[in-house]
């Protein structure tokens, strides 16, 4: 028989593995403040095999606006620029031979928007896969009542996956404020 705790933990562990693709889906979302996780998507033609560019330069954020490499190799130059120039980021490196910096423009307010509603997107997406969570959980409860288990700690373990689901999907919505804060600050 499926046990009880078994079933509401492993409930929890999906609906925090949505919090976590949940956070790391806004943290590449540009808000217009400098942030080296934008970079984290980007790789880099090193000597002939494609790594991420933390791994062939030094990333740093001297203020808010900008955000600078500092490859460990010079000859990686040409290669971060053009990966960089290649990636859905849209700006435009500067070079000046000791360092790559990168501008963070302030978007324009359509661009916030546009951004906001992105968030809102993923914000969604994680929502339904609590919600999915929930959902095979109380389905494994279902399947324990048929098989043994009272129907009284059956709808205990609902009423505390419900508990559970409520708390993430309200954990969901404050990381969604919080973002679209972020965004609409210019």
Not at 81 to 102: F, H, Q, T, V, Y
Not at 106 to 111: I, S
Not at 118 to 136: H, L
Not at 151 to 178: C, S, T
């Amino acid at each position: 028989m499926i046990e009880v705790s078994t079933c509401i933990n492993e409930t929890q562990e999906k609906m925090d593995m949505a919090i976590m693709y949940l956070e790391e889906s806004l943290a590449h979302i540009r808000a217009g403040k400098a942030n080296p996780r934008i970079l984290d998507g980007i790789r880099v033609d090193s000597y002939g095999s494609m790594v991420p560019l933390s791994n062939v330069s030094a990333i740093t954020t001297p203020d808010a606006r900008s955000i600078v490499i500092k490859p460990w190799d010079k000859g990686q130059f040409r290669a971060i620029e053009k990966a960089i120039i290649d990636s859905d980021l849209g700006i435009m490196p500067e070079n000046n031979g000791e360092i790559i910096r990168i501008g963070i423009p302030v978007p324009t307010e359509e661009r916030r928007k546009q951004l906001s509603k992105q968030c809102k997107g993923e914000g969604e997406t994680a929502k339904v896969s609590i919600r999915n969570a929930r959902r095979d959980g109380i389905e494994m409860i279902k399947k324990a009542v048929k098989e043994g288990l009272s129907e009284d700690n059956g709808k205990d373990a609902e009423a505390r996956i419900q508990k559970i689901h409520d708390k993430y999907v309200k954990k969901v919505d404050d990381m969604l404020i919080e973002k679209e804060k972020e965004i609409m600050t210019v």
